[in-house]
């Protein structure tokens, strides 16, 4: 089928019709933007204490845990970014950085009192851009965090998010002899017209290739992110991006399409003013679709939509973690999705510990305030269907549902749950059951953020103020937000 006609028949099953202005992903389920709706609309689910969180989290003594911290800061000026992120010129950032890395280190302290000697599996600091911090900074952070935290550096995986433009050789000594083993870095492309199209960072290609062969001088397993549907982009630009990253010699390579964020964002402004600058909906369909295969045939496995990995190297326990409806909390401004999966069935909570957003606002432990659901037997259904639909990846064996396997945890059949909704999309070919488990099909993988949101209960879709017949027009995610 031609991308034409696959992205009209999703519109005609989903409701929502595929633009470059509205291209989504889901990361989380529940969606962030509907949180506070959720809180306000259902009291005697709602969370606002940390007493309440603390009576969940004694449960979790037994179970895997993830912890996502954050650096919301930044020097750049990346025109598609919507990252919540204070921006500066280095030294004054690094100077007013400081007040909030002590508030990150109390934060561990408090999360080391909620659940002490539990057993954290990875690790994952992200932003902004945490390779801004000085190498003093770093390796107190890191130091505080292991000590705080008591993580073993050789059983908990930890990955520093870097961009290449700040990483320095000092940053990755330090990083490699308190035992960090992964790095993800943001690079987007190879293509020298592309990235100054997105006004990214100051290097051109070669100087992106001498900064990826220095950090695999000490992190083997390091990521880098390529983005789809950019601006001068074409089919023949993106295969020789991925070659390119193929050949640089990274352990796995992230795959983004481009989200433009909000009406002031610079690169929508440059969409409306000239929409001819961008691929198609349709083309960046297919550039998704090429880019998928030609990993394949570079002899990278897919793990889902986005994720590729050298066979062997490029593991992401972080992300895997999570997308097994793992138990994950957060320090950090910005980090609003703690998922909190006691011992025994329910309840599951999803909370906010920092409502207050951007980096300037958070300032430790007086400013973390719980706010979250108390998520229901339906919520969880959903969300293990929601989340292991999106590891449907060619090469990912445990990829999709095992029905069998829901079955025994909820103890009716996902069919009967879900029936209409699989069925849809089993006759669109966009799902498939291969032995035992329920999988996005090649092109299903492709449309999986629209087709996953029929998953939603109708009360979520009419708070995202969308289509209630599924044949609507849907312009984008929930107000101001590119997540659905
Ligand atoms: S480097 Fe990252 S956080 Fe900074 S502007 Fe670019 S995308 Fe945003």
């Known amino acids: 089928m031609e991308p034409e006609a696959i992205l009209s028949l999703t519109k005609d099953i989903t409701g929502r019709k595929r633009s470059p202005s509205n291209y989504s992903t889901i990361s989380f389920y529940p969606p962030h933007a509907l949180l506070p709706k959720l809180v306000d609309q259902d009291p005697n689910r709602s969370i606002t204490e940390w007493s309440q969180v603390n009576a969940i989290l004694r449960s979790t003594q037994n179970l895997p845990i993830a912890l996502y911290t954050h650096v919301g800061y930044c020097n750049a000026g990346c025109t598609y970014c919507t990252i919540p992120r204070t921006r500066g010129r280095i030294d004054s950032i690094q100077e007013s950085m400081e007040p909030y890395l002590q508030g990150s280190i109390t934060d561990f302290r408090l999360w080391a009192e ?4 539990q057993n954290v599996v990875a690790i994952y600091t992200g932003g902004g851009t945490p390779s801004l911090m000085s190498s003093s900074q770093l390796e107190q952070y890191y130091e505080d965090m292991i000590t705080i935290l008591n993580i073993d550096t050789d059983r908990t995986e930890i990955t520093f998010e870097a961009s290449p433009d700040t990483i ?5 000594i330090i990083l490699k002899s308190l035992g960090i083993k992964r790095m993800s870095m ?24 001498r900064t990826i062969a220095m950090c695999l001088r000490y992190i083997d397993n390091l990521d880098i992110d390529i983005m789809i549907a950019l601006p001068y982009q074409d089919i023949s630009s993106l295969e020789k991006t991925l070659k390119v990253a193929v050949k640089s010699g990274v352990a796995s390579i992230s795959l983004y399409q481009l989200r433009m964020g909000g009406s002031n964002a610079p690169v929508r402004r440059l969409y409306n003013g000239d929409h001819k600058l961008f691929p198609t909906a349709e083309e960046a369909f297919n550039m998704h679709l090429y880019a998928r295969d030609l990993l394949r045939e570079l002899s990278f496995h897919e793990i889902n939509d986005n994720f590729f990995i050298v066979p062997g190297r490029g593991g992401n326990r972080y992300a895997k973690h999570v997308w097994n409806n793992g138990t994950l909390v957060g320090v950090g401004g910005s980090f609003n999705y703690n998922y909190i999966h006691p011992d025994e069935g329910d309840p599951m909570a999803y909370i906010s510990s920092s409502s207050e957003g951007d980096a300037n606002s958070y300032r430790g432990r007086d400013s973390l305030k719980p706010y979250g659901i108390v998520l229901t037997k339906d919520d969880i259904m959903r969300r293990t269907v929601i989340m292991g639909l999106k590891t449907s990846g060619r090469d990912n064996p445990d990829g999709g549902i095992n029905i069998t396997a829901f079955y025994n945890e909820f103890g009716i059949g996902i069919c009967q749950v879900f029936g209409k909704e699989i069925g849809t999309l089993v006759n669109a070919k966009f799902l498939e059951i291969q032995n035992g488990y329920l999988r996005f099909t090649r092109i299903g993988l492709g449309i999986y953020p629209e087709a996953l949101t029929m998953f939603y209960p109708q009360y979520y879709r009419d708070l995202l103020g969308e289509s209630t017949t599924g044949r609507g027009t849907y312009e984008g995610g929930a107000a101001g937000s590119d997540q659905i």
Not at 114 to 117: E, Y
Not at 186 to 209: C, E, H, P, Y
């Open 114 to 117: 909620v659940f002490p000697g």
């Open 168 to 172: 320095t050789e000092k940053h990755l």
């Open 186 to 209: 943001g690079v987007q492309s190879f293509d020298d017209t592309v990235l100054k199209g997105i006004g990214r960072g100051t290097l051109n290609n070669k100087g992106l290739l």
